[in-house]
């Protein structure tokens, strides 16, 4: 069964189109990675999935229960732990998780300790969260979204306060959660944790799914994703010319007289490195890097800005995978109305959305 299943979900708010036509899967049992620029429209998926907010047109379901019409059901399968969310005044961290227990009615002899020793606040249990520090809070957060083993966990920017220790258990957390079974779904801008932890990831950019993919495949869809950096003897007129017809190469520069940085598919390594033997140029030494998450991430949403700027390249095949992670295809530039939307929606709408707060159980 799918965790999530958003099928051409979108959401307009008066002028803006905060969604456009989302399509996504996520199975159960994934750690699955959303990113996006600011404005990008996360935080508005993460609402539709837990009934805050309600689609224009489409739908979006967790665990086969419609989030509109089945929220109740849906959302006792979510813990969240929300951007920006603050603690409750005048209750102490042990008082928060107890209130979470008891709104997830959950076991009477659950014991609040145990999340408490999870997210490392045992010793200040009894201390007024008021009172903790930013990180702390944080962590008193997740534990609320930790309690009573949810199968879906929404996390929106969850190392937001941490510190690098902090960060750490975080990833930890999320392993051990998903080791239980449960899903998990996280929303960030820190690229390292995404990369770290996520099975696929998926970049929306104004609104549009532009790419859905393991890490590995986004870097295979990219052709670019390999930095190589040789040194050699010397450089001789016209190697930079010979390197860069090498097919699979993307880019290549020569910083200075013995240093050549190219960029390159996994398998143009080689011809690179044989090319240059071939003119009679001895490599001292070379070193490959493979293109981090935040360079993709980079990559795939400053190439899709420039289609959006130039209206007419829907379609263009980049070979990125789809939604579902079934198919090849690629969604840059899709945004031309192919289906009918209804009437914009008024920007009055009344929101209670992820960064205001607990969810209504
Ligand atoms: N209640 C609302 N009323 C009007 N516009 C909204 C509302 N909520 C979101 N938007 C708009 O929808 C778009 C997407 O916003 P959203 O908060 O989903 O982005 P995001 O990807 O979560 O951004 P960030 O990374 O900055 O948190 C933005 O243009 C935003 O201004």
Redesign the pocket.
């Known amino acids: 069964m799918s965790a999530i299943d958003a099928r051409d979900i979108s ?1 307009r ?2 002028t ?4 456009d036509r989302v399509s996504l899967t996520v199975e159960s049992g994934e750690i699955f990675g959303f990113l ?12 539709l999935m837990l009934g805050f ?1 309600h689609p224009s047109a489409g739908s979006i379901s967790v665990f086969d229960y419609d989030c509109q019409h089945e929220g109740v059901m849906a959302r006792e399968r979510i813990g969240v732990l929300p ?1 920006g969310y603050d603690v409750i005044d005048h209750l102490t961290g042990r008082q928060h998780i107890e209130y979470a227990i008891e709104a997830k009615q959950i076991d009477d002899n659950a014991d609040p300790l145990n999340v408490l020793d999870r997210v490392g606040l045992t010793e200040d249990a009894g201390r007024m969260a008021t009172e903790y520090s930013k990180g702390m809070k944080q962590r008193l957060v997740l534990g609320m979204a930790l309690t009573g083993e949810p199968d879906l966990l929404l996390l ?2 969850p190392t937001a306060g941490l510190d690098p220790t902090g960060a750490a258990e975080l990833r930890s957390i999320i392993r051990e959660e998903n080791e239980r079974g449960a899903t998990i779904f996280f ?1 960030s ?1 820190v690229l390292e944790q995404v990369e770290a932890v996520c099975d696929r990831v998926g970049i ?1 950019q104004n ?1 549009t799914l532009i790419a859905v993919d393991t890490i590995q495949g986004l870097r295979g869809s990219l052709g670019g994703g390999t930095k190589l950096e040789i040194t050699v003897d010397s450089l001789q007129n016209g190697t930079l010319n010979t390197i860069q017809e090498i097919e699979g190469v993307e880019t290549a520069v020569t910083p200075d007289n013995s240093t050549i940085e190219a960029t390159c598919t996994n398998d143009a390594k080689m011809d690179i490195l044989v090319g240059l033997r071939d003119a009679g140029i001895d490599v001292v030494n070379f070193r490959t890097q493979e293109a981090s998450l935040e360079d993709m991430f980079i990559e795939y949403t400053e190439t899709d800005q420039s289609h959006n700027n130039n209206t007419n390249h829907d379609n263009a095949d980049h070979g990125v995978t789809n939604a579902s992670g079934k198919k090849k295809e690629n969604n840059h530039g899709s945004q031309s109305g192919e289906q009918s939307e209804p009437a914009e929606e008024s ?1 009055a ?1 009344s ?1 209670s ?1 992820l ?1 205001s707060g607990v969810p209504s159980e």
């Open positions: 959401k708010y008066g803006v189109t905060a969604l996006g620029p600011n404005g990008a429209g996360k935080s508005t998926f993460l609402n907010t951007e929106d920017e929303s801008h929306l609104g920007t709408e929101e959305g960064e």
